[in-house]
C-alpha cells in the first residue's frame, strides 16, 4: 500500500515556473514506477510524465516539449515535477500515481493522490 501526498501546486504568472512535489509513505518507494497526469475542467486525466523506479528512463508527453522535468529522490520517497515556461493552458490538477512494474503513459496505475491544483493566469 502506498500513500501519495502531492504539494506546490499555486498561481502562476504565464512564463513562471512551480516545482510539485509528491511525497510517498509505505515501504519500498523504488519499487514503483512513478507519474504525473493532469486533468483539466471537462476535459480528460492526461499523461504528463513518468519515471521509472531507479530514475533512469523518463517519458513526457508532446505537449511538454522540454518545459517539465520529472526525477525522483528515492531516500526522500518523493518524485518531483518542475515545470518551467508554464502556460495557461497548463492550468489543471495535477496528480502523481503509482505503479508496481515499468512507468506507463496511460491511467493504469495502482495508487493515486489527491491533487494539487496549478492554475496559469495570462
Known amino acids: 500500500q502506498v500513500q501519495l501526498v502531492e504539494s506546490g501546486g499555486g498561481l502562476v504568472q504565464a512564463g513562471g515556473s512551480l516545482r510539485l512535489s509528491c511525497a510517498a509513505s509505505?515501504?519500498?518507494?523504488?519499487?514503483?514506477?512513478m507519474g504525473w497526469f493532469r486533468q483539466a475542467p471537462g476535459k480528460e486525466r492526461e499523461f504528463v510524465a513518468a519515471?521509472?523506479?531507479?530514475?533512469?528512463?523518463?517519458y513526457y508527453g508532446d505537449f511538454v516539449k522540454g518545459r517539465f522535468t520529472i526525477s525522483r529522490d528515492n531516500a526522500k520517497n518523493t518524485v518531483y515535477l518542475q515545470m518551467n515556461s508554464l502556460k495557461p493552458e497548463d492550468t489543471a490538477v495535477y496528480y502523481c500515481?503509482?505503479?508496481?512494474?515499468?512507468?506507463?503513459?496511460?491511467?493504469?496505475?495502482?495508487?493515486w493522490g489527491q491533487g494539487t491544483q496549478v492554475t496559469v493566469s495570462p
Open positions: 509505505g515501504r519500498s518507494f523504488s519499487a514503483y514506477a
Open positions: 500515481a503509482a505503479r508496481l512494474g515499468p512507468p506507463l503513459t496511460t491511467t493504469a496505475y495502482d495508487y
Open positions: 519515471i521509472s523506479r531507479l530514475g533512469i528512463s523518463t
